[in-house]
């Protein structure tokens, strides 16, 4: 492995897109932590400590997949979150939007076009996100005095000038993804992201161990803490977690499928025997996205409802407490059959968004390559949905497995959540996926240059 690594390192080219994609990507953590001029950082910190429920929750979970930082105003808070948010608008309006589908259908200068519309559309987010986030914290009175008028509000120009900073910063983040898709190394949005979530590892790991380092080692634990069995356990189920999340991510049902023969001249072209790979978790990792996002509106929208109405009872019992009980993270049995339900959900709803049988099977009989025991067209399209749904009930299974270890392994194991996190759930999934993809570029580079890849046996 290390002789591997030499080599890369080695490859000037490669050298240098590794070097440019690691001098980005410190950029965006520099600026991670640049607090907005009007924000006060001692008032936001107190903040965050008191949100420690169903609002902390909402921005640690936004966290998680947008490479934001919600808990602190700064000029990356909203992270890429609108950029997200707009390419998942248009791949959903593609799908039923006539123009948007034959635009996408062009091919390049199609999805230029629709690139074009996405970056105006994330501008767009970016103001409306900017504007209600500025709200909340002088509603929260989170503002600086200094900044403060007479009466005590923040002015519009100080308002719009924040407006303006979150929103150049998010553009900003957008521009260094597309600088390290075409000149250094990997998928830029998808490494910031990733880049977000490995730099909690240190803090979550600190937490654990936390207690040991001030009480002291032991076999065992006392006082609700973390003996060295536990963290024996919990370092062996990681690399279960992560060998399973492995497996099931690059899991493939292969269809074979025959070309047919063509002769010209005295040669004969075709008939090769080949397979058509479908993926086990088509749907990668949005359905836990959708999923955890849709289901803290009811925690919010309860827990806001409680403060306000806190003696609306219903048989002896506060309604609206009993209300966010029901779906707060972790705490309760109805919101881990709901979480599992809607990913079951969202698994076949986005699956059936970005496959089209139909299509594949009219490529397939264009190209002369037809699946044995299937005639080309109606039959073939029939036959690879019936294999999506099937494999797609195993992979949405997997994708409900991996969402609920976090919550099992806290409630059972009494580990904090911002440990457990890193146990499954999106954060785990994304990490895994863009490390295969990164590792897949660069091996395209060592293949080109007749080395094996990182990858593959020496």
């Known amino acids: 492995m290390w002789e591997k690594i030499r080599i890369v390192f080695s490859i000037p080219e490669l050298r240098q897109k590794i070097f440019l994609t690691l001098f980005l990507l410190a950029i965006y953590r520099i600026g991670w932590q640049i607090p907005l001029p ?3 950082p001692v008032k936001m910190t107190r903040f965050a400590e008191g949100q420690r429920g169903t609002f902390g ?16 105003a700064t000029i990356f808070g909203l992270g890429i979150m609108p950029y997200i948010s707009a390419s998942i608008i248009f791949q959903l309006l593609a799908t039923v939007w006539g123009p948007l589908e034959r635009l996408q259908k062009e091919g390049e200068s199609g999805r230029k ?12 987010l970016c103001l409306f996100q900017s504007y209600f986030y500025m709200s909340v914290l002088i509603r929260y009175d ?12 923040l002015g519009f120009g100080w308002q719009l000038t924040a ?8 553009t900003f983040l957008m521009w260094l993804g597309e600088q390290i898709d075409e000149y250094g190394i990997g998928n830029g949005i998808s490494l910031l992201i990733m880049a977000g979530i490995l730099a909690r590892m240190p803090a979550a790991g600190w937490e654990l161990i ?4 001030m009480e002291g080692f032991e076999l065992g634990s006392t006082g609700g803490g973390i003996g060295v069995d536990k963290l024996l356990v919990l370092a062996a189920m990681f690399v279960g977690v992560v060998l399973g999340v492995v497996f099931i991510t690059q899991g493939q049902r292969r269809i074979p499928t025959q070309s047919a023969k063509h002769v010209r001249g005295r040669r004969v072209y075709g008939g090769t025997r080949q397979y058509l790979p479908l993926r086990v978790n088509q749907a990668g990792v949005m359905p836990i996205i959708f999923a955890s996002s849709l289901l803290l509106f009811p925690s919010v929208i309860f827990a806001q409802m409680a403060q306000w109405w806190p003696n609306v009872e219903l048989g002896g019992v506060r309604l609206f407490n009993w209300l966010n009980n029901v779906f707060s993270r972790g705490e309760s049995y109805t919101y881990n059959v709901l979480y599992i339900a809607l990913i079951y959900f969202f698994c076949y709803f986005w699956t059936a968004i970005t496959f089209n049988p139909k299509d594949m099977a009219d490529n397939l009989k264009n190209y002369g390559t037809f699946i044995p025991g299937h005639r080309p067209g109606r039959r073939t399209a029939d036959y690879l949905e019936k294999v999506m749904v099937r494999i797609t009930y195993v992979g949405a299974g997997f994708l409900a497995v991996v969402a609920i270890i976090p919550t099992l392994i806290a409630n059972w194991m009494g580990v904090p959540w911002g440990v457990a996190s890193f146990y499954g759930g999106t954060g785990l999934l994304i990490a895994v996926s863009v490390a295969f993809d990164l590792v897949q570029k660069i091996d395209s580079h060592l293949v080109m240059r007749n080395y094996k890849g990182l990858l593959e046996r020496s």
């Not at 929750?57 to 602190?72: D, G, W």
């Not at 076009?113 to 767009?124: C, F, L, M, Q, S």
């Not at 407006?163 to 998010?170: C, D, P």
């Not at 936390?210 to 380092?213: D, I, K, S, V």
């Open 113 to 124: 076009k629709i690139n074009e519309y996405t970056r105006y559309a994330t501008v767009g």
């Open 57 to 72: 929750a909402m921005m640690e979970q936004v966290a998680i997949f947008s490479a934001s930082n919600l808990s602190e």
């Open 163 to 170: 407006v303006l900073t979150m929103t150049a910063g998010t």
């Open 142 to 153: 989170l503002i600086r005095d200094s900044f403060l008028n007479a009466d005590g509000n």
């Open 38 to 40: 009007v924000c006060d």
């Open 210 to 213: 936390r207690p040991m380092a």
